[in-house]
């Protein structure tokens, strides 16, 4: 019988000394949507789940999750992999990137890079599910995006809102990567990640479109709260398109969730129930 594993990650904070020395990611509702996540799975009875919050979510921990994970997991088996925190961008030094740009996770001590994780769910069997959930911005796509006059008023709604952006500021990010440049610099100019290695079957649930940025909503982010009104309990039937699209029907106009895959296409997997087993 398939099993299912789970990793949640969710971060309220960050370790500024990791980063420019002085942004710390303050967030408010990070470890809330891990937590939220981390009940939809244990309600489904996976055979493990691994919870990492602020100051445990560091780049070492969530790879070595990941490297278990991928020992474990078995053909046909699901891998539930969660994210809430801020996204980040890095520059391309490898050209695996149509836009320049790297993005990334915004983990405790330091970005994890969008490479990194390709070369993890490598790891994974072929027949193995992994679906991942990124309740962050995509920031790095905002360098290439003209912000126009709409997206303005929508900025200045937000900011009157007290929502709390969930993606590192370019300045920031340019900040953060010049202060830890050497270190960053050996890892963006590693060979880029051939998709084809992936084996596994990964789909993907962003917080939003590259165009666009995530927000924490009243109590978790705007799409973790899309997700468990969707998800209802356990009482939604319906495949991952139309999980996507309910949720994308109850979003706001500045933010719309993406759906996309990479690795080996399993119908199958398509066709099942979010979180399914």
Known sequence: MPKGYAIHIGLNFVDPQFYDGEWDGKLNFC?????AMADITKSKDYEETIPLHNENATREKVGRALVLMSEQCQPEDILVLTYSGHGGSLPDLNGDEEDKVDETWCLYNGHLIDDELNNLYALFQEGVRIFVVSDSCHSGTVTRYQPSRIDALFEEMIKKSGLEQKSMSPHDARLAYLKNKEYYDAILKADKTDLSE?????KLLSGCQDNQK?????????????ILETWDDGNYHGNYKRFHKRIVAEMPDYQSPNLFDTGKKNPAFDAQTPFEV
Not at 31 to 35: G, L, P
Not at 215 to 226: A, Q
């Open 31 to 35: 470890v809330k949507d891990a937590e």
């Open 198 to 202: 992936v084996k596994a079957s990964v």
């Open 214 to 226: 995530s927000y924490e909503g009243w109590g978790h982010g705007v799409l973790t709260e899309r």
